[in-house]
């Protein structure tokens, strides 16, 4: 079973939230991986779809063959968090996923590097 969630190791913010969600996560299965260290060929193993230009800037989780970006990556990885899998239904609710899509796009439009 892959469970590998990609950040973008140049954007702060992306490096920042990958850490985050490593140190309050349960499930140890789950990798966490810069992109920027992996070749096109590494990705392309991880998941089909997945190019360097995909990854910059975002957040992919793959978990058993299905790319989960940005808010989607997020969202499906909240199950696994210490305290927040309790309250990762709210994440389902109508118009959070519009308004977590929104988001993440202001962040990674604000991303530091």
Do not use: W
């Not at 702060?12 to 990798?31: G, H, P, T, V, W």
């Not at 193993?45 to 063959?65: A, E």
């Amino acid at each position: 079973m892959t469970k590998v969630f990609l950040f973008d190791g140049d954007c702060k913010f992306c490096s920042r939230l990958a850490s985050y969600l490593k140190d309050k996560s349960l499930n140890k299965e789950i990798q966490f991986h810069s992109f920027r260290k992996l070749a096109q060929l590494e990705l392309e193993k991880i998941h089909p779809q997945l190019t360097l230009k995909l990854c910059s800037g975002n957040v992919q989780y793959i978990y058993n063959k299905t790319r989960y970006p940005g808010f989607f990556a997020v969202r499906k990885l909240s199950h696994s968090l210490k305290i927040y899998r309790f309250f990762a239904f709210i994440l389902y609710l109508p118009l959070v996923p519009i308004l977590g899509i929104i988001i993440m796009n202001l962040l990674k439009k604000r991303k530091e590097y």
